[in-house]
Every structure is written in structure tokens, then in C-alpha cells.
């Protein structure tokens, strides 16, 4: 309804300027017509006036001369002056007295027709400078006809004692006097008149020619800025249908018209290509047909929500699958709006897009996969996290009570129940180690572990950590062969963490060791970073044994009689991470491993 409003305001802005220019100049070109006109009809009024005074004059002189004629009526000769009189008085009354005017002037012999011309040009310009001449002249007319019926009334009444008729020299004296003056009215009336004539005329060949060039000029320049904004709106539409185009084609949008009396749908290219139509084709495709290419399961669902749009005038919005003939299927949004047409016998139609949201679609459920999996590794590590701390506290009992048997000297144990007690302490150190493990890993995950990467003496790490392992290197006698220069360029690392690295590399690399071998420490440095390397004389392992190291219970089979249970590694590298480092191993089977840690240099 408003684009209807808003397109009738834009015929009226074009159409309506034209319409008034043009009878503006229709009603000047009458107006100046009917005051020609009336011009015409005042000259042939006073030719009528000025014959009815010339008859008057001429009976009116042979009376005076002694004629035997008798003498005529005065008002039945001077008819048309007296008449055009009354016209005038009945005109110059306030307000005018149209009718005694129009009457006025049939007495004086004017045409009927021309009666309404000379009453309106009369009102309009008689008292102008335009007019004020000649009326001023036909005021001096009507007083010297006034006139001339006095002495008529005087020179018909002249009679002898016997009743004759006698000449009378004053009256002809007076007659020619008057006739003189009344002729000289009629000639300045005519005048005045004929040059208001010729100044009306000019004045309106001047109005209507300078009224034509002034629309002449309006209507090119409104022309030309019509063009003007037809032209920039042909060039923005260009431009937006050149961006639509680029946003359609990036979108992968087609469009689509459905025209619901013949149940058939215009595509584009770019829609045709979505339901697996030639992209080149032309011409409607019937709506069964498309229905055919859509999902059976999708087909009720999509023809509810088409025929709900259509009835209540809502937005479409839909989303079906396409099965392409290759058997491929693929996921189509709709969204389309009904237009009712302006007019009774316009067809309602929808224009809409399609789109595929196959990618969003796979991409929507992928999220909801990952927020799922994160929800579960979050519960996980909650969980890890509460039974690591419940197992800590029987764990530290168990840890503390197998301690006091065995150091209490009071009641001291035989050498069979300080075996069995010294399992209980081993197996529970094993498994506060794991618990510590599982504790770190569910921190890092968590993002709850903070590292404070500080400037690291990583020499001083290594003497603190071969200290902490000293009684199990001992135990394998395996020895150290620590080739690291005495002052080791600075690492920034967490020395607490750092040590826990160190301790957990040394002892695997002593456990994984062959019985009486060693493990060689050597450093050296690279762009940036500190490289720290562990190497044992181990059995060594496959690239592939070597890519399962890193991963959470993964220990190799030929190693399953070493005490451990495949975390420690995990820890060393997660650590590792945490403090922007990177660790390496490099192995084959039967040359030992070597581990190599490198951090940024501080």
C-alpha cells in the first residue's frame, strides 16, 4: 500500500507541474481571447452608437430648419446611447448590477453573445490605464447625449403663433456644437480603445510567448534532471544488481518467481544448478516437477508451509533436501514473500531465494559433536580430578602407616614382614606417582596448571633432579655421562615443573637402559632455543612404537616388566607445551633412544 502511495505522488510530481503550466496558459490564452474579443464587441458598439447619434442629429436639424416633418421621439432616436448608459451606471455600482447591465446593453443593440465579454472586460480592466481613456471618453459621450436630448426637447417644442413649425438658429448653433463634441468623443473613444486593443494584444503575445519559453525551459530542466536521476538510478541499480550478483555467486543464492495460477516457478541459473537443472535452460519449470527432486520425507512438510504463506500472506521459510540424479543430496533453504498485485486482475506471485546450507548444516551438527565431546572431557577431567584427591588420602595412610612398621624399633619387624611391607611401600609409591600424574594431566587440560616462565639455570635443575633418581640409577648402576657445559645458556621455563621433566626423562632413561649402561647428557643451541638431550643404551624402538610414546597408558610390549604405567611421558610433554618448548624422540631398535628437549632461550 505505501509503494502504491509513494508511486501515485511520483506521477503527480511529474505530471502535476505540466498539468498546471499548461492551464495556466490555456486560461491566460482564453482570457486574452475574450478580452479581444470584448475589445471587438466595444468597436462595434460604438459604431452603433455613433450611427444612432448621427440620425438623431440629422432629424433634430431639419426640425431646426423649419421642416414640416414632425419631430420623432428623443429617447426612440437616442435608444442605443441611452442603453449603453445604463449599462455602464449599472456596471459602476457597488457591487455592479450585472443583469440592468446586460439589459443596458441589448437596448443599445449589441449582440447577445457578446454582452457577458463586455461586462467582464468592463469589471476586470475599466478602471486600469488600460481602459481609462476610453471610458472617460464614453463618460464625456453620455453627458453630451444628455445634452444633445435637451436641446432636441428645446428645438421640437419651437413652434409659430399658429403653431408651425419655425427655424430656430440658436438650436442649429447648438446642435453643430454639440455634434462637433460628440464626434470628437466617439473619434478618442475609438482611438483609446483601438490602442488598448493593440496593447492588450502585444501584452498577451508577450505573456503567452514568455509564459511558453519559461515551461519550455522548466520542462527541460526537469527534463534533463529527470534523465539525470533516471541515469544515476540505472547506474545504482547496476551497481547493486552487480554486488547481488557477486554476494549470490559467493553465497551460492539463486533466485526463484512462483506464479501459483499455472503452479509454475522462473529460475535462475544459479537455483536451476541447485536442483540439478541445465544452468543454461529457459522458461518456467512446473512446480510438480521440482516436488519430484525433493526428498519424499520433505515433500507434506514443504507443501504445508507453501500453502500456509500463500493463505495468511507470510514469509516462507522452509528447509528440504534435493536428491540430485547421482544419488548426492543435498540441504535447500527457501525463503520467499507473497506480492499481491496493486491492481483487481493482477495475479499474486512469490519471489524468493534458495540457497544450499548443506556445509551449515554438516557444520551445525559438527559443533554440537565437538560441544558434546568437550562437555564429556570436561566431565572426564572433573572426574579424574575428585578421584585423584579422594585416592590421595587412604593412599598417604596407607603410605604412613606402612612407613611406621617399618622403621618402628620398639617392635621390630622380621625380615619376611619387612619384605611384605616394603612391597606396600614400593606399590604405594607407584601409585602416588600415578595419582600425581593424573593430577597434572587433568590440570593442564583444565587450564587450571599455571607456569611462571621465568630466566632457568638448567644446570642447577639437573643437579637437584639426578639427586631425586641418584638411589634408582644406583640400584641399575647405570652411570652418568654428563657432557653439558658447566655454565648452560638460560632457559625460561618453571624450574619446579622443569625439575619434574628432567626426573621423569632420567628415570625412564635409566629404567628403559640396559643393565651397567649409561645415559648421556648433552646440550647445545639452535635459533632461539636451548636443545637438551637424553640418550640411553636402551633396546631402542620402531617409528612407529616411537609415535605411540606420547599417548595416555600406551607402553610398548617389550617393556611391560619395567614398573610404570605410561603417563609419565604424557606429563613430560604436556609440560613441555605449557612452557612453549618442544620434545623429540629419535630411536631405532637396538641404538637406544634419545629424548630431546628444547627451550627458549632466556
Known sequence: MLSERSDRLIYWRVLGPLVLAIGVLVAVSVGGFQALSAARAYVGGESLWSKARSVAVAQLRLRANGGERACPPLDQLLA?????RAARLAMERSPPDEAAAREGFLRGGNSPDDID???????????????????????????LIEQLRVVGERVCAATAGDGRQVADADGLRDLD?????????????????????????????????LFALLVTVAAAWYVLRSLGAQIAQRRALVDANTRWDLAAEA???????????????????????????????????????????MHPDDRAEFERLQQAARAQGETLRARYRIVRENGAVRHVEAVGTLRNGGKAWEMPQMFGVLRDVTDEIAAGRLQVERDAAERSAQARSEFLSRLSHELRTPLNAVLGMAQLLDLDVEQ????????????????GWHLLHLVDDVLDITRIDSGQLALDSVATDPRAVLRASLALIEPERARLGIRIDD???????????????????????????????RRGGSVTLTCGTTAGYVSLAFSDQGPGMTPEQAAELFQPFKRLAHTAEVPGVGLGLVVVKL???????????????GQGARFTVRLRKA
Open 80 to 84: 442605443v446611447p441611452l442603453g449603453d
Open 117 to 143: 465579454a463586455l461586462i467582464d472586460l468592463y469589471l476586470v480592466a475599466g478602471s486600469t490605464p488600460l481602459l481609462r481613456d476610453s471610458v472617460d471618453a464614453w463618460r464625456e459621450g453620455d453627458a
Open 177 to 209: 456644437r454639440i455634434d462637433a463634441r460628440l464626434i470628437a468623443a466617439e473619434t478618442r473613444f475609438s482611438a483609446r480603445l483601438g490602442d488598448a486593443s493593440r496593447r492588450a494584444g502585444g501584452l498577451l503575445t508577450s505573456t503567452i510567448l
Open 251 to 293: 553465497a551460492g543464492v539463486g533466485l526463484f518467481v512462483w506464479h501459483p495460477q499455472d503452479d509454475a516457478l522462473e529460475l535462475d541459473s544459479r537455483a536451476r544448478q541447485l536442483y540439478g537443472l541445465d544452468a543454461e535452460g529457459s522458461g518456467p519449470v512446473g512446480r510438480a516437477e521440482l516436488q519430484a527432486r
Open 412 to 427: 621390630p619387624l622380621s625380615a619376611a614382614q619387612r619384605d611384605r611391607v616394603r612391597v606396600i611401600l614400593d606399590s
Open 483 to 513: 657432557r653439558w657445559p658447566a655454565q648452560a645458556p638460560a632457559v625460561l621455563a618453571d624450574p619446579r615443573r622443569l625439575q619434574q621433566v628432567f626426573v621423569n626423562l632420567l628415570s625412564n632413561a635409566c629404567k628403559y637402559n
Open 575 to 589: 609440560l613441555i607445551d605449557q612452557m612453549r618448548g618442544a620434545i623429540d624422540v629419535d630411536s631405532e631398535p
